[in-house]
């Protein structure tokens, strides 16, 4: 079985319910993905950070992040599984509110301006959440090279994404299922 079959045969198993859920968008679905499931499971992280790092190994990306927590163990994954080919990525996560202590960081990671950041998410389904976490790399100096999610519900979150000139790579999407 080759990775993306075993992510997949994971997810179905260990991540999707379906009934009547209320997603974090305020939307109504007959389908829950509960990904922390899978990102969370040596297994699931492994296979995600190496598919990833396929889909990135011709591009020049300096960092790899998205909004916390559900972009948090994509980002250390994708960076673990360049770095054992021996390329550095750094990780970096994004917060929902910025810091109210400290240096009051929006963005905690190694990053600097000018990286190109690849920016994960778990689930697409509007699109908010990715295309927030896009605006404060933005701010933050980096360009976004492009956005990777590990599940599209296939609901208009790509194309807002794709709106703001970013493409947009899944590595399954509900038509999986």
């Known amino acids: 079985m080759n990775k993306i079959e075993q992510l997949k045969s994971i997810i179905k198993h260990d991540a999707v319910r379906f009934g009547k859920f209320t997603l974090s968008s305020g939307k109504e679905s007959d389908l829950y993905v509960d990904l922390r499931k899978v990102t969370l499971n040596p297994m699931g992280a492994s296979i995600i950070g190496e598919l990833t790092n396929e889909l990135i190994r011709d591009r020049r990306v300096d960092a790899v992040g998205g909004m916390s927590i559900g972009a948090d163990p994509i980002a250390t994954a994708v960076s673990l599984a360049a770095y054992r080919e021996g390329r550095e990525i750094m990780a970096f996560l994004v917060r929902k509110t910025q810091k109210a202590h400290g240096t009051g960081n929006v963005i905690e990671g190694p990053i600097n301006q000018g990286m190109r950041a690849l920016v994960v998410e778990d689930v697409i389904t509007t699109g ?7 605006e404060r ?5 980096m360009e976004v090279e492009l956005v990777v999610a590990i599940f599209d519900r296939c609901e208009g979150g790509r194309e807002a994404i794709e709106a703001l000139g970013v493409e947009v790579r899944s590595l399954l999407t509900r038509n999986d299922l």
């Open 128 to 134: 908010a959440s990715t295309i927030s976490a896009i």
């Open 137 to 141: 790399v933005r701010e933050a100096g």
